[in-house]
């Protein structure tokens, strides 16, 4: 899969937020996209998934060739897109399993109840989350960093194609970063999805390996480079 983003200019609430950014990923990439407090990181993300508030003024975003604007967020995820929240919302009464059993089905993908609960068992074990957790409904009474964890089991059960991340690492204590961090190398590693990486710091990003770093300023990336640019911004913060 190629996620093309072309001169893409977008509006929140009648401010003109994107300003012409031009973007490409495909299959088994990693990119990181980095920028101060205001840039359009989040903005950007919201209209790759197609956030109703996010309004497409110019440019188009498109996946293998065909444009998806105009496309509700489900049909997108069915198209193989994954946005993983920089603020996860809670749904009291929901419950996990029947979240994640439901959005299996919406795939059209055939898994067994016992194959489900292995799935989940493995993801949890893997993000060093607890076994209740599993009984428990979506993200209601979570800390921070339950709610980025299973913001990943998601992708990890889903198996999307190409996946945005929305700053996984923020609120997060060092130890919960690594685990989150190996946890999406490990998927990119089985699945060769492309990925997206929005964060502020590139701490994350010494427990992985992205190959393409872009820098978005005042809602245009200004600069692009190899995984040295995470670090010199981190030295040298914003100062092209």
Do not use: C, W
Not at 133 to 151: D, P, T, W, Y
Not at 153 to 164: C, G
Not at 182 to 187: A, D, H, K
């Amino acid at each position: 899969m190629k996620l093309e983003i072309r001169d893409l200019h977008a509006e929140v609430e009648g401010r003109e937020v994107l300003k012409g950014v031009n973007l490409s990923i495909r299959d088994g990439e990693f990119h990181v996209l980095m920028g101060p407090n205001g840039s359009g990181k989040t903005t950007l993300s919201s209209a790759i998934m197609g956030h109703p508030k996010v309004k497409v003024t110019k440019g188009d975003i498109l996946l293998d060739g065909k444009s998806v604007l105009g496309m509700p967020a489900d049909k997108r995820a069915k198209l193989g897109l994954f946005l993983e929240f920089q603020n996860p919302v809670e749904i009291e009464g929901l419950g996990m399993v029947n979240f994640l059993n439901s959005a299996k089905a919406a795939q059209s993908e055939r898994t067994s109840f016992k194959d489900l609960m292995a799935e989940i068992k493995s993801g949890t074990e893997k993000l060093h989350l607890k076994e209740d957790i599993i009984g428990r409904s979506l993200n209601h009474g979570f800390s921070g960093g339950e709610k980025k964890k299973m913001e990943i089991l998601q992708m990890r059960l889903l198996k999307p194609k190409m996946v945005v991340l929305d700053e996984p690492d923020s609120g997060l204590d060092v130890d919960a970063v690594k685990i989150v961090a190996e946890n999406v190398s490990e998927f990119q590693k089985e699945s060769k999805a492309g990925i997206l990486l929005i964060t502020h710091y590139a701490r994350i990003l010494d427990y992985m390996k992205p190959q393409h770093v872009h820098v978005l300023m005042d809602g245009r990336i200004v600069k692009e480079d190899g995984p040295a640019l995470a670090k010199e911004i981190e030295k040298n913060g914003y100062k092209f």
